[in-house]
């Protein structure tokens, strides 16, 4: 079954920090880009991040560039999202996203990201 | 940064009816990178129209897509009752970010 299941979200205080993760089944993980992809409550989409099928680039949105770091594991099909210094404005619904390229062909359920003190 | 723009915000039609939803960017955009996605309360948001005219896979026909340049348009041709949600578009330009429209919503009148 393809699928993506993201894990790691939770209540975190202002300038705390969170890893989420991201396991992937059904398909050749080690072979496409993976997207990060955010939404605060009532709110848009806000693409976060993106790694390539290798690790070997990275992109972020403004917003979370210097704070946030996306990684990979293809040995355990798992995408990360090494969250520091979270902010009020980082609460969102964190969702995985395959990339197709450079559309999202796979969502994740989601995971819900709250930081307040 | 590519601002993307979607018109009308709410759009309140009944079912059977047709659904017109604009999106306009504010700089050209390649038409291989405008996509569409459908979303409904507590749910992720599903891949619509790829390509800016693309179905992808399992999309029923009376979804399409059109448009070129900075202006797109996604067309629901009758609304089913489970059409009733959340619309995005979306860009990827020469390079990241990658940027979303603020959503069209479609909803029963």
């Known amino acids: 079954q393809v699928q993506l299941v993201e894990s790691g979200g939770g209540v975190v205080q202002p300038g705390g920090s969170l890893r989420l993760s991201c396991a992937a089944s059904?398909?050749?993980?080690?072979?496409?880009?993976m997207h990060w992809v955010r939404q605060a409550p009532g709110k848009g989409l806000e693409w976060v991040a993106f790694i390539r099928y290798d690790g070997s680039n990275k992109y972020y949105a403004d917003s979370v560039k210097g704070r946030f770091t996306i990684s990979r594991d293809n040995s355990k099909n798992t995408l990360y999202l090494q969250m520091n210094s979270l902010r009020a404005e980082d609460t969102a619904v964190y969702y995985c996203?395959?990339?197709?390229?450079?559309?999202?062909?796979?969502w994740g359920r989601g995971t819900l990201v709250t930081v307040s003190s | 940064e590519i601002v993307l723009t979607q018109s009308p915000g709410t759009l309140s039609l009944s079912p059977g009816e047709r659904a017109t939803l604009s999106c306009r960017a504010s700089?050209?955009?390649?038409?291989?990178?405008l996509a569409w996605y459908q979303q409904k309360p507590g749910q992720a948001p599903r891949l619509l129209i790829y390509?800016?005219?693309s179905r992808a896979t399992g999309i029923p026909d009376r979804f399409s897509g059109s448009g070129s340049g900075t202006d797109f348009t996604l067309t629901i041709s009758r609304l089913e009752p489970e059409d009733f949600a959340v619309y995005y578009c979306q860009q990827y330009g020469s390079s990241p970010p990658i940027t979303f429209g603020p959503g069209t919503k479609v909803d029963i009148k």
């Open positions: 390509g800016a005219s």
């Open positions: 996203a395959k990339d197709a390229p450079w559309y999202f062909d796979l």
């Open positions: 059904g398909f050749t993980f080690s072979s496409y880009g």
């Open positions: 700089q050209s955009v390649s038409s291989s990178y």
